[in-house]
Structure formats: C-alpha cells, structure tokens
C-alpha cells in the first residue's frame, strides 16, 4: 500500500495533524485498536487558552514553574501564542465547550493562577478528539485504518523514513509506503501495572526510534496523577479529575484531617500523599467533595459522579478513595519546533514526542493543547515539503522480514527497550 501521508495513532494529535493536511494529498492513519480508543478521548479536566495578553506572563510562569524552569522557553511561548488559534479550530470543527450566560466558561485546575482552561462537562477529550474523528471521517482524502499495529519504520540508504511495517487484523505482516510519516502514538501507561491510560498504549514508537538512532529526550520524566479512583480489579485506573481540586475538593488522610495544599502541582501533590499513605500505613488517602454543591458535581462532573458511585461511592455523601497511578509521559522522541525527528521524513507529535514544552512536569491540561499546536506545525511543513518527494519503486528490499517472525517477542523487546531507557535516565 502506498500513501503521500502515514500517520500511526488516531488520538487529538494525529486527527488533528490529519485535518490540516493537504487536502489533494492522501492520508493515512492507523491505530492499534478501534479509532477511539485512545487517552485523548479519556481526558476529563480540559484544554487551555491564553484568555488575553495580561494573562501571557501568568500563564507562561505556570507552566515553566510546574516543569521545575527545565521546559523549552520557545516550546512553551509556541504553545501559548497559538492556544487561540487551535480552539477557534476546534469550535469551526464542531467542539462544544462550557458556556455561561452565553460566553465560553473557564474552569481552574491545580498550579493554574487563573481561570483558563475550557471543558466539555468532565468528558473534555471525548467531546474533542470524537469531532476530530468524524471530521476525518468525513474527508475523501483521509483513510483510517484499526487494529494495525506499526512494528516498525523502513528505512532507506539516506537514512530516510519510507514507510513502516505493520500487523494487519489478520496478523499478516505488510508494508505500507509514505512519503511522510508522523508518529502520533502516545504515551507509555501501558507499561505500567498502575496507570490511568490504556493498556495498548505502550511506547511503541520509542523503541522503533531508539532501534534505528533516532534521538529521544527527557526519558525519565513520567508523570504520576495524586488522584485515581483506588480499586483493587486489575486494568486501567479511573482518573479523579485536577478540576475537582479546582472546584474546591480537599484531601483527607485516614483520621479525617487535611494534610497538603490541594492545588499545588501534581508532582508535590503526588509524592505528599504518597507520604501519608506511608504514615498511616494505608494503600490509598481520601478526596472530598463535601465543599462542592451538588449542583457543580452534578453538570460539571457527571462522569466521575456515576463512575464512583459503580464502584460504590457516592461522593455527594462520603469521601472516596484515591491513590497516586502514573498518568502521562513528559519524555519521548526529540523534536524540533516543527516536530520533525532526528530522521528525515519522520515527525513526532503529542505525548510521543518531545518538544521540552512540559519540562520535568505537565502543567494540568496543556497536553491536548500541545498535542494540536505541534501536530499543526508538522503538518505546515510536510505540506511544503511533500512537493519534491517522489515514491521510490520497490521499497521492500529495505526490509528484514525475518525480523518479524516471531512478533510476540518482538513486542516484548520494545517494552524492555523502553523500560530500560526511562531507568537509564535515572542512573
Ligand atoms: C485519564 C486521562 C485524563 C486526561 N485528562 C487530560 C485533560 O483534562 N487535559 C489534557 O490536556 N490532557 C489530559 N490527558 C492527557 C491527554 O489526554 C493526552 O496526553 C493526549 O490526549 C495524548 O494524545 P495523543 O494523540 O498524543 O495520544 P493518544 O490519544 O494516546 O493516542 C495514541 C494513538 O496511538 C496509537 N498507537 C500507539 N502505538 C501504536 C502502534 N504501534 N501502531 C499503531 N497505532 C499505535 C493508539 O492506538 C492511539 O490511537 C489525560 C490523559 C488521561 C489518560
């Protein structure tokens, strides 16, 4: 198969990166499992949107100080500046935000000094990424392909990226032919026992660059959300919402007693329940809602709501069980300010990616924001660049088939590659 564009992941960053594609040129996208079963869709608390100039200082130091000053200044000053323009996109899409006597509503997560960030009830990336699949869906020149799952990248004697070999629903191996390729494929929960994220999404990307000596950055900087819905079944691990802190929900040790601003960064937020799990000798803490009127609870978190209540809490009643799991990827492959990799051809966007916006910690609510900036910007340059690429006849001579003979192992080696490289970073 051959196609002008191939980009591997259906969340925010690769429809978004998709849509603003040339709309003459053939686009690709595959996804290891259904279209919409990606992290983007389970983002609950929002996006961010620099609201006005006087806010640009605010907003910019918010973020540098929850990344501990290591994030790419540029990255960051990128990111702000084009916030607007990536939500009047999303609202020409289609997107549904909050409104409040008739202008967009703007909530308030933990380390934010300002309401900023806008939401669709606590199903954000539902609402988002869902309008981003049906527009995709809906152009003749985009093509979605499920549960193919990329194995690895070809490449050729320039050490350029050609195309990528994939495992088809049938579990035939075959090779698909691009011009460009984009890597969208999120981050590395999967790899983790405790995780917020699903299961599929497990650093594929990364192990396919550190393979072939494309540069990753930053890879020991995971992100551990403080408040996950505890529960002993195995599986994903249902997130509590930062907004909730933002409505004013406070935290609870075992005796009842507050013990941690609940709005500091994740990271200090984390590791102090973390603390006082260890104290009282405990496997999880408490959140409670009782400072959010039922009204609040009721239209801005629905989805919390009734998912606690499943696993039997009822917030409006009592305090729920929370424990820290890890939530996001700070690291990932090194890209320029247009997201291209270290290999030509090759673009990384979203949490696979590293562009140094987030530093050593993500500011709540910036990676959806993120993801479609970068995504954005890679697809401005391919447009350019894709006017003097010309397929090459026959690209399989490039390719080891013996490699992927037996895929199961194969799998297993890209998660210890990439287990290895997030514990080479802390050596
Ligand atoms: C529970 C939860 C709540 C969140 N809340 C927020 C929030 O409120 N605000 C915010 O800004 N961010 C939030 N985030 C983070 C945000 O959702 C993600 O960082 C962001 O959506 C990542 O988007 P993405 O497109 O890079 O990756 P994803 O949405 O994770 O998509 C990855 C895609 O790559 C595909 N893929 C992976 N490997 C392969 C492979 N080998 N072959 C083929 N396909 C592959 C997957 O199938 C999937 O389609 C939240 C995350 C979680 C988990």
Known sequence: MKTDILIVGTGAAGL?????????????????????????????????????????ESYFEDTMKAGHYENDKESVDIMIRSSQSVIKDLIEF???????????????????????????????????????????????????????????????EENECIGVVVQNPDTTISIIQSKFTVFACGGVGGLYTNSTNFRHITGDAMA???????????????????????????????????????EGAVLLNQAGNRF???????????????????????????????????????????????TCLQEGYDCLREPVPIVPAQHYFMGGIAVDYQSKTTMDRLYAIGETSCNGVHGRNRLASNSLLESMVFAQRAASEISILIDGVEFPDDISVYVDFERYHDIDALKEEYKKLVLDEIDAGFE
């Open 94 to 156: 289609g997107v549904n935000f909050e409104h409040h006597h008739g202008h967009i509503a703007f909530t308030r997560e933990g380390a934010h000094s300002n309401a900023r960030i806008l939401f669709h009830e606590d199903q954000t990336g539902k609402e988002i990424t869902g309008m981003l699949l049906k527009r995709a869906m809906e152009r003749d020149n985009i093509k979605i392909i499920e549960n193919t799952c990329m194995l690895d990248i070809i490449e050729n």
């Open 208 to 246: 396919i660059c550190k393979c072939h000596n494309i540069a990753l950055k930053d890879m020991k900087y995971i992100q551990i959300h403080p408040t996950t819905l505890y529960s002993e079944k195995d599986g994903r691990r249902f997130l509590i919402s930062e907004s909730v802190r933002g």
């Open 260 to 306: 941690t601003d609940e709005l500091q960064p994740r990271d200090v937020v984390a590791k102090a329940i973390r603390e006082e799990m260890k104290k009282d000798n405990m496997p999880y803490e408490f959140i409670s809602f009782e400072n959010i009127s039922e009204k609040i609870i009721r239209s801005h978190f629905p989805n919390i709501y009734s």
């Open 16 to 56: 978004f990166a998709a849509l603003h594609m040339p709309r003459g040129r053939q686009v690709t996208l595959i996804t290891k499992d259904e279209a919409d079963k990606s992290d983007s869709f389970l983002a609950q608390g929002g996006i961010c949107m620099l609201r006005n100039e006087k806010d640009y």
